[in-house]
Structures are given as structure tokens and as C-alpha cells.
């Protein structure tokens, strides 16, 4: 009897040990709302979810390359006539406002997605409006892959040239190094084509230039074989990240796609680490498979459930890390991998929104930024989701460039209510953040929301002064605007 009684008891525990977590998922699906927060018409917003602002008019361009040259210059004409500006967006990940200004002509893009891919020189030319994805989906089908891009595919080919976005493609600058060449319309209606070679100083004026030279056409980007990548990932104290780092990743030349995690539940925060890296395999990679909707809504509601949940941050480490166990030397396509959407992540909470900052630290200083920023994050009565680490060569190309050596780039996520005093914690927490990354000899990243005043923003982009000047060079009349242009001019 002892030993049925030993053995019920054994079941029961397991069970409760299985149900705790699965319940606390479960109570976040519970709790979503289908309601969405709808752009009343005559108004756009952007990924922050805290930029609805009146514009005059939305104009979507033509999907085809014949008919948009015409029609962008009859837009640039009303533009001036009506006095208007004009802001231009893709996708609108941004937070900042960067793609839209007050009562002006607001350009959707997203419509020109053209594709053609050079198969002898490697060159995929494509219209900017295309999404990640779609340059995935249409180079998979030629055995090829993105060179470099950001963890998520749903972003377009323009806004990611237009923050000069960086990836988790193993020691690459960012984007700006695939860029070959784009066409340009300036605020005349002329067309330019510009490269290293031509046009070379509006080729990095534009390249993180947030929409202010003009409007980003036809892009021409270096491509690489898509490969089978098999999975490894070292657990460790993130003390020891830069020399484990060091001696997995750099040293490592089968390394392609690489990227690190801070723990930030209170137990151990930011003292324990992953690095999760793919190697190439001896394997020919499959075609790029359809995404398991089913895996995605879990992962996603994982992610969901450590929203304002010390609990759910610990249920995510640990699971991540038990996964990781499992998943060890799985093998993927490259292209499987970059092509993750934003939803994987979503908020279905109305009254919510999750913000991104990212701060690109110099190897030096890595352990010290960590320590510095520790009592900062958890005094500041906002709500951490994540911390990913990615590290990003030096930016040769860009002129407004935040990698100005080897640096590694921490991406915060951050769950903040859509209140004015949480706005309000942000904005102080921000301009704490950035005191640090100062001291640390270390550039924050633009994109984002607009909490650093433009005295301060100059001191980490000294640059910043000369940049606004050729921007009324290149566009006198400023008929390309937006916030971000508003905030720091």
C-alpha cells in the first residue's frame, strides 16, 4: 500500500509540475482581446502603437516599375504646390515617428516588390518596397539567401536600408555592407543612381538616412547560398560572454548565424547567458517549408506569458534552455531561419505596446555596461521582456554609422502600458541608459522612440550637425520630413 500511495503521490506531483506552467500560458491566451486598435481613416501610426497622427493623404505606389516614376514625380508637384511635406514608409516598424509627419503626404511602398536575380554576379535586384520575406520565399526557389537582415522577415528592403538595420549573420557590418547600388528620386523628380562609386556621398547619406534624401526605388543587394545549418548553444555566466564568444564564435569559421540571450528574471538577473550559434552542416538544405502555425502560437504565447510575471520569465528561460538541450544539433535551412515574423512575438493586449531600444557597446566595456545598467533596469518600474545580444563589425559605409568599431548590440524589449506616466518612467529610463552607453564609449541606435533630447543625441552623434546640413543640401525646400527630422534638426 505504501508504495501505491508512494506512486499516486509521484503522479500527482508530476502532474502539478506539468499543469503550473501550462495553466499560467494558458491564463495569457484567456486573457487576450480580439479587439485591435483600428487607424481611424485620415490617420496613420506606427509599430509603437503611439504615434496616430492626421495626415493629409496615404498614397499607395504602383506595384509596377513602368507606371511609378510618372506617378511619384505628379505626387512631388502636388507636394509643393499644397505645400505639403511628404513621409515614407514601408512596414513602419520604426517608433519614432521616423515615417510620418503631421498633415502631410504619407507614401506606402510596400505595393513595389518587384524581383530579378542575377544568378551570375549573385545580385538580386528588388523594389524597396518588397518585405524580407518575400526576397526569402523567391530566392529559395534559386538556392540563395539574404546576406544580411534582421532577426525578423516581415520588415521591407527600403525601411531596413533607411535605419540601416544590422543582423545575426555571424562578425558583418550591417546592412549597408550587401547594399551594391539603389535608384534614388530626389526632391526634383530626377532620378540617381547611387553607389560607392556614383553618388557616392548620397549613398550614405540615404543608407540610415530615415527617408530625408529622398525616395529609395530599385535596390541591388549582394545574395549568398542559402545552407543546412545545425544548432549549438553554450550556457554560461555572462562574465564570461566576450572570451566564450571569442572562442565558439570568432575562432570558429563554420559559424553563419549567431546570436546571445540575457536572463532578466530576478533570479540571476543578467548574470547568466546563452549563445546560440548555427553551424554549417554537410547537408543539403531542404526548400524552405511552410511555418507550423500551431509551434508559432505556442512559442508566441510563451513569450506572451512573462508579461508583468516574474514567473513567466523564469517558465521562458527555463524552457528555452531545456529546449535547447533537445533542439542541439538539429539541422535547418538558412533561409528557414531568417524567415521568422514579428508575430512570433505579437501583442493582443489594447491597452499595451512593446517598445525596442538597442545600445551597441564596444568589447571593452562589455562586462561593465552590464553591471551599470543591472540596478538601472530594475529600478525603473518597467517591464523587461528581453535581451538580445548580436554583434556587429565595424560600418564602413553609412554616414550617421553606429558601429564605428566591433561592438555588440543589446536589443531591449520592454512591455509598456499606454499611459502618460509610463511614458513618462520610458523616457527617464532612456536617457538613463543612454548616460551609461556614453560612459561606456559605446552609440545607441535611432529608430526609436524620440526620449533623447538633440543636445545630447550630438554627443553620440557628433556626426548628427553636417548630416541635417546635406540633408538641405540635397533637399532644400525639406520636402521630405518626418518626426525624427522635427525632433533632432
Not at 115 to 124: A, F, H, P, S, Y
Not at 179 to 206: A, T
Not at 451 to 466: D, N, T
Amino acid at each position: 500500500m505504501k508504495k501505491r500511495h508512494f506512486f499516486i503521490l509521484g503522479a500527482v506531483m508530476v502532474l502539478i509540475f506539468i499543469a503550473i506552467p501550462v495553466v499560467h500560458v494558458l491564463k495569457t491566451k484567456w486573457s487576450e482581446s480580439d479587439i485591435k486598435n483600428e487607424i481611424p481613416k485620415g490617420y496613420t501610426n506606427d509599430a509603437s502603437q503611439l504615434n496616430l497622427t492626421k495626415i493629409d493623404t496615404l498614397i499607395k505606389v504602383p506595384a509596377s516599375k513602368a507606371e511609378i516614376e510618372n506617378q511619384l514625380r505628379q505626387i512631388l508637384k502636388y507636394a509643393k504646390e499644397k505645400q505639403l511635406k511628404i513621409s515614407i514608409a514601408g512596414a513602419q516598424h520604426s517608433m519614432g515617428g521616423h515615417t510620418i509627419y503631421p498633415d502631410g503626404i504619407l507614401l506606402n511602398m510596400l505595393p513595389y516588390k518587384h524581383m530579378e536575380l542575377d544568378e551570375k554576379t549573385n545580385i538580386l535586384t528588388i523594389g524597396s518596397g518588397a518585405l524580407w520575406e518575400d526576397a526569402i520565399k523567391y530566392l529559395d526557389k534559386h538556392g540563395k539567401s539574404i546576406a544580411v537582415m534582421q532577426a525578423f522577415s516581415s520588415f521591407s528592403v527600403g525601411g531596413s536600408m533607411s535605419v540601416n538595420g544590422h543582423g545575426w549573420q555571424k562578425n558583418l557590418p550591417p546592412i549597408s555592407s550587401s547594399v551594391v547600388s539603389f535608384s534614388l528620386m530626389d526632391q526634383s523628380g530626377k532620378i540617381l543612381n547611387c553607389s560607392r562609386e556614383e553618388n557616392p556621398e548620397l549613398f550614405k547619406l540615404v543608407i540610415g538616412g530615415y527617408g530625408l534624401f529622398g525616395i529609395i526605388l530599385d535596390v541591388k543587394l549582394k545574395v549568398v547560398d542559402n545552407l543546412a545549418l545545425q544548432y549549438k548553444y553554450v550556457r554560461l555566466s555572462s562574465d564570461h560572454y566576450t572570451d566564450y564568444y571569442k572562442k565558439f564564435i570568432s575562432e570558429n569559421p563554420n559559424v553563419n548565424l549567431v546570436f546571445g540571450r540575457l536572463r532578466i528574471s530576478d533570479k540571476h538577473f543578467l548574470e547568466e547567458a546563452t549563445i546560440n550559434y548555427f553551424e554549417k552542416a554537410d547537408e543539403k538544405p531542404l526548400p524552405l517549408p511552410l511555418q507550423n502555425a500551431k509551434n508559432a502560437e505556442t512559442k508566441r504565447l510563451v513569450f506572451r506569458s512573462t508579461v508583468n510575471s516574474e514567473y513567466g520569465k523564469r517558465l521562458r528561460w527555463d524552457l528555452e534552455t531545456g529546449m535547447n538541450k533537445m533542439t542541439k544539433d538539429a539541422v535547418y535551412s538558412r533561409n528557414e531561419l531568417l524567415n521568422d515574423h514579428v508575430s512570433l512575438i505579437e501583442n493582443k493586449d489594447p491597452n499595451s505596446t512593446d517598445l525596442l531600444q538597442e545600445y551597441f557597446i564596444p568589447d571593452r566595456n562589455f562586462n561593465q555596461f552590464i553591471k551599470d545598467i543591472k540596478p538601472v533596469l530594475r529600478n525603473s518600474g518597467l517591464d523587461l521582456l528581453n535581451i538580445t545580444i548580436r554583434a556587429v563589425n565595424k560600418d564602413e559605409d553609412s554616414y550617421m554609422n553606429y558601429a564605428r568599431e566591433h561592438v555588440f548590440g543589446f536589443v531591449l524589449l520592454f512591455n509598456q502600458k499606454k499611459t502618460e506616466k509610463q511614458e513618462e518612467a520610458m523616457k527617464v529610463l532612456t536617457n538613463k541608459l543612454v548616460d551609461i552607453t556614453l560612459k561606456n564609449e559605446g552609440t545607441f541606435y535611432l529608430p526609436y522612440r524620440l526620449h533623447i533630447g538633440r543636445e545630447k543625441m550630438r554627443k553620440v552623434y557628433p556626426q548628427a550637425e553636417s548630416f541635417f546640413e546635406k540633408k538641405r543640401k540635397y533637399d532644400p525646400s525639406e520636402l521630405f520630413d518626418n518626426k525624427f527630422y522635427q525632433h533632432y534638426k
